[in-house]
């Protein structure tokens, strides 16, 4: 008798477990498109402020380097914690990214 219900129940849990599983997995924070722009235009202006601290004139090839290099840069960071993030996920150590 109790493997019969050893034999039922087993499925029904498994079946939960990789259903709830599934459904953490496919979750999406929703963007904003507003907030998106305005995160943008703040990193933007960041930039612009970086590069001209440096004493570079807008609208020069120095300049444009300057912006894309900053911007190279965040998009280096943010990649890097996306990676750490996924490691802790998977049971890493957070400091098991290698740079």
């Known amino acids: ?41 703040a990193n933007a202006a960041a930039d612009a402020q970086k590069c001209q601290d440096k004493g570079l004139q807008p609208n020069t090839p120095a300049y444009n380097k300057c912006l894309d290099q900053a911007a190279e840069a965040r998009e280096r960071d943010e990649y890097q914690d996306r990676a750490a993030y996924a490691g802790r996920l998977l049971g890493r150590s957070p400091f098991y990214t290698s740079k």
């Open 1 to 41: 008798m109790e493997c019969s219900v050893i034999r039922n129940v087993v499925p029904l849990v498994l079946v939960c477990v990789l259903g709830g599983a599934l459904a953490a997995c496919s979750y999406q924070k929703e963007v904003d498109p507003s907030e998106l722009a305005a995160k943008e235009a």
